[in-house]
């Protein structure tokens, strides 16, 4: 592991905090989508903080990916789960980093499948930049810039703790 030159968030103050950026834009039919595994993470974090009727739904987006015939599928496909129908409903997609909008362009599609939202806001914990599709956050509290061979991950401990670490791969 490399150790970026400066210290990594606390990222469940930075729930909190998205949460804060949220609150005040928050209506009746606002629903939360997160993307497998981080970004559903934060969706099922923001929905308790938010105290909002219904669970976030989880989306996975392993068949929608444009490199799935390169890459081939992932290995822990899961079951996208999603409790409410997303027609005229104000989405707001959650995943945990930003980078290149493909993850936000699969995930789009997939939603699609399931309906037409009235509108779809996407909320991220970090924001990396050097995107490769028109794609940016609504609401997002760490703008950072890493080097290409650095992933930067989202982790959650045995108690549902996050945090952040950070991961060459040269």
């Known amino acids: 592991m490399t150790l970026p030159p400066f210290p990594l968030p606390d990222a469940e103050a930075q729930c909190r905090a998205l949460a804060d950026l949220i609150r005040p834009r928050l209506t009746p039919d606002t629903a939360l ?5 981080g970004g559903a993470w934060i969706a099922e974090r923001l929905s308790q903080l ?8 989880l989306i996975d987006i392993s068949f929608y990916r444009d490199d799935f015939a390169e890459k081939g599928l992932h290995p822990q496909v899961r079951p996208t789960q ?21 993850t936000t362009r699969a995930a789009l599609n997939e939603l699609f499948d399931y309906g037409r939202p009235a509108a779809v806001e996407l909320a991220v914990l970090a924001d990396r930049g050097e995107r490769e599709l ?3 956050p609504t609401y997002c509290v760490w703008n950072l810039e890493l080097p290409r061979q ?15 670490r950070v991961e060459d791969h040269a």
């Open 33 to 37: 989508v997160g993307i497998y595994s």
């Open 50 to 57: 938010l105290q909002l009727p219904e669970e976030a739904g």
């Open 82 to 102: 999603i409790p409410f129908d997303v027609n005229g409903r104000r989405l707001i997609l959650v995943d945990d980093v930003l980078y290149t909008g493909r």
């Open 134 to 136: 028109p794609v940016a």
């Open 150 to 164: 650095t992933c930067l991950t989202l982790g959650r401990d045995e108690t549902g703790l996050l945090s952040w």
